[in-house]
Every structure is written in structure tokens, then in C-alpha cells.
């Protein structure tokens, strides 16, 4: 993915955001956000189907009727997503969407951008660094599928405003990304730091040539045993 996808000019071209997460900055966006996580969460729900078939079996076993029992789970399903929606919601209203940086010429002010709201401007001075993260799991010999790399982002202020790291999306290329924020954050002297982490995909066992049992050596096999005659 190009880099200009992850850092490229703000709506209004009078910022730069670095994009960490799609959306934000609004209630109508959060709110549509939200009922997105909602139904997520339910449908997360029937992966438990099968333990709610148990739960009902036992329940008509013990003497309940089988419609009691399936309003039972059905309730119970429900109350989980509408338990755990108000953490996930709440994670999603505060965690940061986007960086915004302005001027766009040479940026001397930031704000970020959360899920429901845009906060003030700040000095530049505050940013620390931005840290690039990449991890590439390289084929082993022999391996025909492609190397996998993934990009991790972590905006590091003075005061920890963020300070937390953003998966960047499939396909960005660090390399351009690298080279974007420094050209946009050198002149502020922010310093933009890369690890890349590199290990080889551990290569599968073969496969046992009968497919079934496997015996070891014939002589040492029966050393303590009967070893027949004549």
C-alpha cells in the first residue's frame, strides 16, 4: 500500500493526518461506529451455539420445557453483547484515529483525532518521536509462499497522549512511510525511529512415510525379548 494512504493531506488540506484507524472525529461516525461493534458482538455471540445447545439439553434433562430453556439462552446471548458493547464502545471513543499536523508546509502544531471528537492543537515540541515497528517472517528454503510483513506505528508524546501502537494497514510500504514522516517531521526535530525485526517461518515436519505407526530399530526392538529360533 502506498504510504500516502497512511500520511496524506486531511480533508480540508490544511493538515497532514497520519491515518491510524478509518473514521473518527465525529458523534455521527462514532455513533454508526458503534452500532457496527454492537452487531459484531452479537454475531461473536453464536460462536458459543454450541454451548448453548448443551446448556438447553441439560435444562430439559432437568425438567425445564425446551421453549423456557431456549428463551433462557437466548437472554442470556443477549445480555453478553449488551454487556460487553459499553467497554468496546468506550475503547473506541477514546482511542486515536488520526494525527493531524499543520501547517501543512512545516508543521508546527498537532492534534489527535479520536473516535467521537477532535482535540485542541498542541505544540509540535510535545511530540517525542513516531516509532516504526516492522516485523517480516522471511520463507524458509524452499518455501513458495511470500514473505509476511507487518507495520506497527506508535506516536510517542511528552505528556503519553497516545503512546499506543497502531497496526498499519496490509501492504504499507515502511520504506516510503519512513521517508514521508521525515521529510515532514525532520525540520520540527522530531525523530522518526525504524526496528525492523526479521525471522525465518519455521518450516513444517515432514510427513511419516507409511502415514501410520512408526517402529524403531528390528535388533534393538527385540534385545529383551523373545527373538524366536529354530
Known sequence: MPADEVLRRGRDGTTVDLVLEPGGGSWPAFALLALRLLAFLLAACLLFLPVGAVIVVVA???????VGAVTFCGVLWLAVGLLLWPFVA???LQ???RVQFAPVGGP????????????????????LRIRLDEDVEEPYE?????????????????DGDDGHSHRAPKGTDADALQRSLEELLGPAGVPVQRRTERRVRPKPP????????TYGGSGSANSGGFSGGG
Open 95 to 97: 482511542s486515536v484515529h
Open 206 to 213: 515432514p510427513p511419516s512415510a507409511g502415514g501410520g505407526w
Open 90 to 92: 468506550v475503547g473506541e
Open 60 to 66: 430439559v434433562i432437568n425438567g425445564a420445557t425446551f
Open 108 to 127: 508546527t502544531e498537532l492534534r489527535f483525532v479520536r473516535g467521537a471528537r477532535v482535540g485542541a492543537w498542541a505544540p509540535i515540541s510535545g511530540l
Open 142 to 158: 524452499g518455501d513458495l509462499a511470500p514473505a509476511v510483513r507487518t507495520l506497527d506505528i506508535t506516536v510517542v508524546t511528552a
